[in-house]
């Protein structure tokens, strides 16, 4: 067992050990039910990231082991079986061309319905090998991206499509390969039909989004209310957002390019170009949703939404779910809690709640 797979137990164990590791966390709280969402046990990693490493001739990839610095491994069963399928050919060609394995140091997988994405590393200049790449990418029919710093290559398409299926309704997607994606698409879309679910079908509702990416939430959440405004940082993941709206019929979201901060301050009144034939002022939102990195929340983004009446936060990270909580509970109560099985075989969760204004 290499070293991302961390819990030995059956599934049932590490379902059983997980839930109570939650429910101690976060007893002050919350002490009611806690949903859990499982995964599949194999197969369930669309997206993932291994070293390669060289020693005398050979090339191998790797992981971070528990004991040691690099861990050989020949497969992963943990990734979708597009990129398992690969791996190993993708390993050979590289071993058999000097050129293509020279100054090589790692590689991400990118997999969806249809497509699957390549991305290696370089610690060289990638356009004397553009030849070799080309030929790779035509070898392996693959999506090929090579990357050194500050130079970029691509070979077929850095921007990719898929389908999730919410519901029993299929959205549509698009991404670039920069984008963050939920790497389990199963448990994504639990995630989703979960955050649904805690809206009622009152179609007088208004929905807030922060953090939203390119629409992974904003998209099948908007049929559940009346109107929506959701804020992004990243240029790239606005105009796929926008696209995401097109590919799937929705016209009641409306995408700004700005920061937490800046939506807040403009909020409070201040005036942003970007914001130019949009009335933030004539929103009343009835739901705030909430997928932060890892860090969490921003003093000012939770003093802002104190005010409003429902949040649904999603967390990649327990301890700063648990800090946020401190705040965000003076003010609001838990109603809902969820625990998203996204990496099995691991010690890492991600956590929905749902909060209500006390």
Request: positive net charge; aromatic residues 10%; contains cysteine.
């Amino acid at each position: 067992m290499c070293g991302s797979c961390t819990l030995n137990l059956t599934y049932d164990e590490q379902k059983a050990y997980k839930l109570e590791k939650i429910r101690s966390k976060f007893k002050e709280f919350y002490g009611g039910e806690i949903e859990f969402f499982n995964s599949n046990q194999k197969h369930y990693r669309t997206r993932a990231e291994f070293g390669l490493y060289h020693e005398n001739d050979e090339l191998s990839y790797t992981m971070n082991g528990k004991s040691q610095k690099y861990l050989k491994i020949d497969q992963c069963p943990k990734v979708d079986i597009k990129i398992a399928n690969l791996m190993p050919n993708l390993l050979k060609k590289l071993k058999e061309n000097q050129a293509l394995k020279h100054k090589i140091f790692g590689v991400e997988f990118i997999a969806t319905k249809d497509e699957i994405l390549v991305i290696l590393l370089y610690h060289k200049d990638i356009l004397s090998i553009e030849k070799e790449l080309l030929n790779l990418k035509k070898e392996l029919e693959i999506n090929l991206i090579a990357r050194s710093r500050g130079k970029k290559l691509v070979f077929g398409s850095d921007t990719l499509r898929d389908t999730l299926v919410v519901d029993g309704r299929e959205f549509y997607y698009q991404f670039g390969d920069g984008a963050f994606i939920q790497p389990n698409k199963m448990v994504n879309e639990k995630m989703i039909s979960w955050a649904r679910g805690c809206v009622s079908d009152d179609k007088s509702n208004e929905l807030f989004e922060m953090y939203c990416g390119h629409g992974n939430f904003t998209i099948p959440l908007s049929a559940k209310f009346k109107k929506v405004l959701a804020n992004e940082i990243s240029k790239s993941s606005i105009k796929n957002a926008l696209k995401n709206c097109e590919l799937n019929g929705v016209e009641n979201i409306k995408f700004v390019r700005m920061s937490s901060e800046e939506i807040i301050e403009a909020f409070n009144g201040r005036e942003f170009v970007r914001l130019k034939g949009i009335d933030i002022n004539e929103y009343k939102f009835s739901h705030i949703l909430v997928d932060p990195p890892r860090a969490g929340l921003e003093k000012s983004v939770m003093e802002f939404m104190k005010n409003y009446e429902n949040i649904i936060y999603i967390s990649c990270n327990p301890d700063t779910l648990r800090e946020n909580l401190t705040t965000l509970c003076k003010t609001h109560k838990v109603v809902k809690f969820a625990l998203f099985d996204q990496f099995a075989h691991t010690e890492h969760v991600e956590c929905g709640v749902l909060l209500e204004k006390q």
